[in-house]
């Protein structure tokens, strides 16, 4: 369980979206991180693929996906359109990136609190249209236009640094919220009172609670049975990991040639390999 940083550059058209987009891939490609970005075509009837070209061919035959494997790139196909999009599905897309940018995706990301957004600003009348509409982290409201700058609004070109600090900043934030991640069972128990293991990570990142409040966690000791699949543990609540114990316990004493007590511990191995022994 992990959560990936995705930061969205909006505006209305011609607000200098690509621009900034092109110089926040550069800056951040410098670092060393890998950077996935992602634009939405607001174009009635677009598409990449050609009339008659064979991938065309495919899908009017019925694939879908279809996949273009050339010299020089791989092309996944996909003929469902934005009506089944999601912003999540990009996440699958993005293989172990560091950050996913988008240009444009406003009807998705407006409201989408777990995205990082940077508005871009033609007149100050867009100022106030997206600042009462916008929902969850504004990394910055910026503009090209001399004119406009200041009064909350980011010089693009002069104040790049502010806003490529504001990028980073996003991104390392969302790395410390999946180190905290990792030290939770990824359960969604609801037992510590947050409604999931990453309510309860982003509690502890503001320093309203602490990993110990997972009652999980807190219960690990008292656990005596274990599940592993291909040398990974797979979390359980103690609840569950009793009743598989006890189970499993019960099974095995029918069995000859035994001699349980029922105070057992009990470790599940799966593999998806031969079992030698």
Known sequence: MSVKPIIAVIGHKNSGKTSLIEDLIRSLRSEGLKVMSAKHVDLKGFTLDREQTDTWRHSRAGA?????????????????????FSIKDLTGYGGDVDVILLEGFSRWILKDEGVGKIIMIRDRSELKEYSEIVKGPVLAYCSYRKDLVGEGLVDAE????????????????????????????????????????????????????SVGECTVRRSEGKIKASIFIDDK?????????????????????????????????????????????
């Open 158 to 209: 002069a104040e790049f640094s502010r806003i490529l600090s504001a990028v980073k900043g996003f991104i390392y934030d969302k790395r410390r919220l999946n180190d905290i991640l990792k030290l939770l069972p990824g359960l969604n128990c609801g037992k510590c009172g947050y409604r999931s293991c990453l309510e309860l990570a982003k509690a502890v990142m503001s320093g309203k609670a």
């Open 233 to 277: 543990r797979i979390p359980t609540i103690p609840y569950i990991s009793e009743l598989i114990r006890k189970t499993i316990l019960a099974m095995i004493s029918t069995l000859k040639g035994t001699d349980l007590h029922g105070d057992e511990y009990v470790q599940i191995r799966i593999s998806r390999k031969p079992i030698r022994e």
């Open 64 to 84: 879908n996906p279809v996949v273009c494997i050339s010299e020089s790139e791989i092309a996944i196909i996909r003929k469902d359109g934005e009506g089944e």
